[in-house]
């Protein structure tokens, strides 16, 4: 059964950083692309950055570009999120997510098949 | 950034009737080059993840229940679930992927039993 589980999450001030962890089982975590999506209090989804299977393609929405690093750790069966910088409108709860794999063109769609359960991040003095 | 509009914000479906959700691009989300809409419908329930539904406009995910279907291409789309049921209650987004990786999701539709 895949599993994605976030942790790393919590109340952080204005200008703070935060580390973002997502543990995977239950399937290959090193053969498939990663993202992390975010979903503000509204509800509205957000694209947040996405990740290659070796690391050495990374994709950030421009909000956060600059700001935050997403990283992977295959032998940790491990995604990272490290944001720095953080601001109000970066609230929000962050999602780990599994690219579906499209086995008949072999390739990784975006479109994400597994999701965790999501970290809370609020952003607030 | 392609904008993706749900239609409407929130809807009430007497158990077993059809329910039907729009979802408009503000450009087209079809590749010519293999004829497939880069469109998805994920379906989130209260304290949960997002689950996906739909693919490629109107292809169902495993294990999805076949009273849902996805129809529609280019910039006009339709998630339609044929006979409501009391689970199917849930917050409904669409997802475009044709301008990879910067994906866009739409605002949401909550669904909810008349």
């Known amino acids: 059964e895949v599993q994605l589980v976030e942790s790393g999450g919590g109340l952080v001030q204005p200008g703070g950083s935060l580390r973002l962890s997502c543990v995977a089982s239950?399937?290959?975590?090193?053969?498939?692309?990663m993202s992390w999506v975010r979903q503000a209090p509204g509800g509205r989804l957000e694209w947040v950055a996405s990740?290659?299977?070796?690391?050495?393609?990374?994709y950030y929405v421009d909000s956060v570009k600059g700001r935050f690093t997403i990283s992977r750790d295959n032998a940790q069966n491990s995604l990272y999120l490290q944001m720095n910088s953080l601001r109000a409108e970066d609230t929000a709860v962050y999602y780990c997510?599994?690219?579906?794999?499209?086995?008949?063109?072999?390739?990784?769609?975006?479109?994400?098949?597994?999701w965790g359960q999501g970290t809370r991040v609020p952003v607030s003095s | 950034d392609i904008v993706m509009t749900q239609s409407p914000d929130s809807l009430a479906v007497s158990l077993g009737e059809r329910a039907t959700i729009n979802c408009k691009s503000s450009q087209t989300v079809l590749f010519s080059s293999n004829n497939k809409n880069y469109l998805a419908w994920y379906q989130q329930k209260p304290g949960q993840p997002p689950k996906l539904l739909i693919y490629?406009?109107?292809t169902r995910e495993s294990g999805v229940p076949d009273r849902f279907s996805g129809s529609g291409s280019g910039t006009d789309f339709t998630l339609t679930i044929s006979s409501l049921q009391a689970e199917d209650v849930a917050v409904y987004y669409c997802?475009?992927?044709?301008?990879?990786?910067?994906?866009?999701f739409g605002q949401g539709t909550r669904l909810e039993i008349k």
């Open positions: 997802q475009q992927s044709y301008t990879t990786p910067s994906i866009t």
């Open positions: 997510a599994k690219h579906r794999y499209d086995f008949l063109t072999r390739y990784y769609e975006y479109y994400f098949d597994f």
């Open positions: 239950g399937f290959t975590f090193g053969s498939y692309w």
């Open positions: 990740l290659n299977q070796d690391g050495t393609e990374k």
């Open positions: 490629w406009a109107s």
